[in-house]
């Protein structure tokens, strides 16, 4: 398999599981304020944090594939 292939293949998984992990955090707690309206705040603050761990993953995940494909 060439090179550039299995980068762009890494690249597309490093851009479609964040999304993934993006739109079942949003499920999950849109069910859960449906469920119980006065647990908002301990809910967005899981759902903020979910977040932002999965966004850093997909940052560090991103500068490893650019210098991959950036070493030659």
Not at 51 to 65: D, K
């Amino acid at each position: 398999m060439n090179r550039n292939i299995a980068l762009t293949i890494i690249f597309s998984i490093c851009i479609l599981a964040p999304a993934v992990v993006m739109a079942f955090t949003g499920h999950a707690s849109i069910t859960a304020l449906g469920r119980n309206p006065s647990a908002a705040p301990k809910i967005f603050t899981a759902m903020m944090i979910t977040l932002i761990f999965a966004e850093a993953v997909t940052i560090v995940a991103f500068l490893v594939v650019w210098q991959l494909f950036a070493a030659k």
